[in-house]
């Protein structure tokens, strides 16, 4: 089955500097790649995907790129605040049923 | 905002006793799923329910799991003979169709096994 790898698995930045979160995946027919960001005590919150049939998806301050050749895509989020600070989960999907997660990393911005 | 539901926000059970956790999808979402988190690892894959029918399971939902959805807006997972490893948070997701990928988590319900 697919394998989503996630690194780092934790970030901590300044206020203001840009964060980058990278994931792999094994399997190539894998085609929808969400990003979930998760506060304490809450679910996964979608905040941006992107299709295999995209290069890179952008909105406002997060974007999404993705390598398919490689297998690999990543989440970009600038000019970081402090209510950025959570775990960000990125995922994979052959049927668009099943979501493969990675392990998670954990974002803190530093004020 | 419409938003998915999970109730008990926290289970506590006893080894071998069937729980029922319960969740209310987003109103006009017709695809269903369930999702684990053991403590400390990944986000996992437990079912997909679509139309009445489970259309796709992973090998963590054996015969001990069951899905339903009694009526119109509840949707459920029934763990029949709890184990302690089944104790993890239960992630409830709906999306709105096959063409509509779009996930959407519930708040999680916390079962601990004891």
């Known amino acids: 089955g697919e394998n989503v790898e996630q690194h780092p698995s934790t970030l901590s930045v300044q206020e203001g500097d840009s964060a980058v979160i990278k994931c792999t995946y094994s399997?190539?027919?894998?085609?929808?790649f969400p990003w979930y960001k998760q506060e304490l005590g809450k679910g996964p919150q979608l905040i941006i995907d992107?299709?295999?049939?995209?290069g890179e998806k952008k909105d406002q301050r997060i974007a999404v790129t993705l390598n398919k050749t490689a297998k690999h895509f990543s989440l970009h989020i600038t000019e970081t605040q402090p209510e950025d600070s959570a775990v960000y989960f990125c995922?994979?999907?052959?049927?668009?049923?099943?979501?493969?997660f990675g392990a998670g990393t954990t974002v803190t911005v530093r004020a | 905002e419409p938003e998915v539901t999970q109730t008990p926000s926290h289970q506590v059970t006893q080894m071998g006793q069937e729980v029922i956790l319960r969740c209310v999808p987003i109103?006009?979402?017709?695809?269903f799923y369930w999702y684990r988190q053991i403590l400390g690892q990944k986000v996992e894959f437990l079912v997909s329910?679509?139309?009445?029918?489970?259309?796709?399971k992973s090998e963590i939902f054996d015969d001990q799991f069951s899905v339903e959805r009694p009526d119109g807006s509840n949707f459920t997972l029934k763990i029949r003979s709890t184990k302690l490893e089944d104790s993890a948070m239960y992630f409830c997701?709906?999306?709105?169709?096959?063409?509509?990928?779009?996930?959407?988590f519930g708040p999680g319900t916390r079962l601990t096994v004891t």
């Open positions: 997701a709906s999306s709105e169709d096959r063409g509509r990928a779009e996930q959407y």
């Open positions: 399997d190539s027919a894998s085609n929808y």
């Open positions: 992107i299709r295999s049939n995209v």
């Open positions: 995922a994979a999907s052959i049927n668009d049923y099943k979501l493969s």
């Open positions: 109103s006009n979402h017709l695809y």
């Open positions: 329910f679509y139309n009445n029918e489970i259309s796709e």
